[in-house]
């Protein structure tokens, strides 16, 4: 039987539309569904559903992190800026996922990697491939 592949993440925002507008801008991510105040993105491959907060409680804004694999770190780094958000930073060495933690408008973190998520690649493996990039230390 094949393995369940993750299509779907959902974060609750106070302001959703801000916050696709951010996606959209940052990642490239396409609004394939918006309605009372929700928007429905996807890369292609993940969909990522946008739902209001409310006040009353019922649903606190957020979710812990999820990534993005990127072909081209350095320019994705400029458009998340150009967005409104501040630049991701360098993960510790002993994080060998991914290279890069960024947070979004509503404080929501996300992975940054170039080299993907199949793989464990230690800072070691990133310098022997001249991929590291020095953008400051958490």
Known sequence: MPT?????????????????????????????HDKNNAFFLTDGYLTVAILPATANGSALPGLNHFGFKVE??????????????????????????????????????FDVSQHGFEEVETEEDRERKGGAVAVGAR
């Open 4 to 32: 369940p592949k993750i299509r779907h993440l959902a974060l609750f925002a106070r302001d959703p539309q801000k916050l696709a507008k951010f996606y959209e801008d940052a990642f490239e991510m396409k609004i394939v």
């Open 72 to 109: 081209n770190r350095d320019a994705t780094m400029d458009q998340i800026v150009a967005a409104g958000a501040e630049k991701p930073l360098k993960r510790p060495a002993d994080r060998p996922y991914a290279e890069y933690r960024g947070y979004d408008l509503e404080g929501n973190m």
